[in-house]
């Protein structure tokens, strides 16, 4: 493992302003939110938003979202603010779930891609509105990884990363959410669900009182076999451990763990079940049944198992219900379908 170069600090006042004076300055600062960590710049300088996307080496066309630290700020950074825009914010601010807008003619568009919209979030976490408050305008933040990596549910996770292109790393512990947040789009006619988070679609339609438009359902996009295992890396990834990551069912274990020991593979297991280990498999992680539970240990997890020097990761399938459905966005991403 590479050792990082720039070590988190912990998050006390001082640290937040100093945090809040790099901010001014165009600097970079991570901190940490309840989703996941954030790579946060004054989302009104440009040259500190072209920053982000140098360290995360992300295409700048992928929009980032901006954080608030009320809803009091909202028109300065949106128009044509519907009522629903209003109820979301009142019954989910603070909290994972960022609302794409109209945007306001001043809002760069280097924070959003180039569209005429703007993603906004008032997070829940108390670092992150300290931060907000002390620096009183809007952080433009994506999540601290490398562009396409997992996202940093610690702050050693973001020194990991990043290292020394982020300039300040404010350690406050370890995420509760432990996946991205909801995005839900109020930018036309029909509300429009982006990206699934830990507050559910029907969440938001109880609010709302409305139908959601939703994302196509989560079916594998793709495959692998015997085949893939010696030609890893091929995928369009996102969220992904280096190590090749295969999606299993429970059922489909005992073939697989023959195909590995037949092929001399080391292999990691993370599962939400018991699971004895046997040859093939060097260590296993055994996470909650609980949807909430196992989203928030899932990077971390992850992470670990792709710091063994393993072969293959082998994550089971958890159950493909409402409450897994972000869970299963996310793995849909980092992981292939055996
Ligand atoms: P993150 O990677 O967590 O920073 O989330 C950024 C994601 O938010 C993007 O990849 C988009 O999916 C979404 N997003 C942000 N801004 C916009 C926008 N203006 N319009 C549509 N989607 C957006
Ligand atoms: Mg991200």
Do not use: M, W, Y
């Given at each position: 493992m590479k050792l990082p170069t720039r070590l988190p600090v912990l998050a006390d006042s001082a640290a937040i302003e100093q945090a809040a004076l790099l901010l001014r300055e165009g600097r970079l600062v991570a901190f940490p939110t309840e989703t996941v960590y954030?790579?946060?710049?004054?989302?009104r300088n440009p040259a500190a938003v072209?920053?982000?996307?140098?360290?995360?080496g992300r295409p700048a066309d992928h929009p980032l979202?901006?954080?608030?630290?009320n809803v009091a700020h909202l028109d300065e950074w949106a128009i044509n603010i519907p009522d629903n825009a209003i109820k979301l914010a009142a019954h989910f601010w603070p909290g994972p779930l960022a609302i794409i807008l109209n945007k306001q003619p001043t809002v760069p568009v280097e924070v959003t891609g180039g569209q005429e919209t703007v993603a906004l979030r008032v997070p829940n976490h108390?670092?992150?509105?300290?931060l907000l408050q002390a620096f009183g305008g809007g952080?433009?933040?994506?999540?601290?990884?490398?562009?396409?990596?997992?996202?940093p549910t610690q702050a050693l996770h973001v020194a990991e990363e990043l290292g020394d292109t982020v300039d300040l790393i404010l350690d406050g512990g370890?995420?509760?959410v432990g996946v991205e947040s909801t995005i839900v789009d109020l930018s036309t006619e029909r509300p429009r669900l982006l990206r699934?988070?830990?507050?559910s679609y029907l969440q938001i339609e109880a609010v709302l009182n409305t139908a959601l438009l939703l994302p196509p359902s989560l079916?594998?996009?793709?495959?692998?076999?015997a085949s893939a295992l010696r030609a890893p890396g091929m995928m369009a990834v996102h969220y992904a451990p280096s190590t090749l990551a295969l999606r299993y069912r429970a059922e489909q274990l005992p073939v697989l763990l023959r195909e590995l020991t037949a092929s001399h593979k080391k292999a990691g297991l993370l599962t939400y079940r018991e699971v004895i280990p046997e040859n093939p498999i060097a260590q296993v992680i055994q996470l909650s049944n609980h949807a909430d539970a196992y989203a928030q240990a899932l990077y971390a997890s992850l992470r670990q198992l792709d710091q063994l020097q393993l072969d293959i990761i082998l994550v089971e399938q958890p159950p493909e219900s409402e409450a897994w459905r972000a869970v299963n966005d996310r793995l849909s991403k980092a992981t292939r379908a055996y």
């Open positions: 954030g790579l946060g710049a004054d989302a072209q920053r982000i996307f140098a360290a995360k979202i901006v954080h608030l630290s108390p670092v992150a509105l300290q952080v433009a933040a994506p999540s601290a990884n490398r562009f396409c990596r997992i996202s370890a995420c509760t699934p988070g830990h507050i079916k594998p996009t793709h495959t692998a076999s």
